[in-house]
């Protein structure tokens, strides 16, 4: 079970992935395609506000093109 965020900064993919709703693997695609995450003494670091800007500023885009596996 994920702990509860009492901060603004979530530590190791776990977290990060139990803020998002999402798994591990999820989390480093994210990363791959520019979510702000720091390795800080070996783990993962994020704040959420930076997640919630990068979330905005990726959705706000237009779909040029959409995937057949799309939901």
Same mark, same amino acid.
Request: glycine share 8%; with cysteine.
């Given at each position: 079970? %994920?702990?509860? $965020?009492t901060? &603004? !900064? !979530?530590? &190791?993919?776990e =977290?990060?992935? %139990? @803020?998002l709703g999402?798994? /591990?693997?999820?989390?480093?695609? @994210? #990363?791959? #395609?520019?979510m702000?995450?720091? $390795?800080?003494? &070996? /783990? @993962?670091? %994020?704040?959420?506000?930076?997640?919630?800007?990068f979330f905005? /500023?990726l959705? &706000?885009?237009s $779909?040029?093109k #959409? =995937?057949d596996? $799309?939901e």
């Open positions: 079970m %994920a702990k509860k $965020v901060t &603004g !900064l !979530l530590k &190791g993919k =977290e990060i992935a %139990a @803020y999402c798994s /591990a693997p999820t989390v480093v695609k @994210y #990363i791959q #395609i520019g702000p995450v720091s $390795v800080i003494f &070996g /783990a @993962y670091h %994020a704040h959420i506000e930076n997640i919630e800007a905005r /500023a959705t &706000g885009k $779909v040029r #959409i =995937e596996d $799309v």
